[in-house]
Each structure stands twice: as structure tokens, then as C-alpha cells.
């Protein structure tokens, strides 16, 4: 049976970056697809909440504030 690919929203380089900017001195690719696939789902949730936090409010725009407390709950 072949190999599904995973479709891959966050791109490996600036994830890796990151974790070299937290203090990684190398990053192998697993590390790196493993965190961007942490992250999107991290990003996902958060979004959710945005979302439901601006229809709550009457509205369908997501601002900045409804995004700094989605982080926030």
C-alpha cells in the first residue's frame, strides 16, 4: 500500500527557523514537520475561537482583539 502524503499548510524553513531562534543549534525534518503540524492545529483551535468570539459580537470579520482573547481562553 503506498505512502499518503500529508498536505502540509506551514512550511518546514520558517519552522525551523523558529526553533533555532529558541535555541536548537540543528533541526532535523521530522522535528520540523512534527512542530508545523503542532502548530497548525495550535492555530486551528485559536482560530476557532476567534471566529465563534466575532459571531458572538454580530459580526463575520475576525479583528485583532478577538483573536488576542481566543489566545487568552
Do not use: C, W
Request: hydrophobic fraction near 45%.
Amino acid at each position: 500500500m503506498p505512502q499518503q502524503r500529508k498536505t502540509q499548510t506551514i512550511p518546514k524553513a520558517p519552522v525551523a527557523r523558529i526553533l533555532m531562534n529558541a535555541g536548537a543549534k540543528r533541526v532535523s525534518a521530522g522535528a520540523a514537520e512534527t512542530f508545523a503540524d503542532i502548530l497548525y492545529e495550535l492555530a486551528l483551535k485559536i482560530g476557532e475561537k476567534a471566529a465563534m468570539i466575532a459571531k458572538h459580537s454580530g459580526r463575520k470579520t475576525v479583528h485583532e482583539g478577538d483573536v488576542k482573547l481566543a489566545v487568552r481562553r
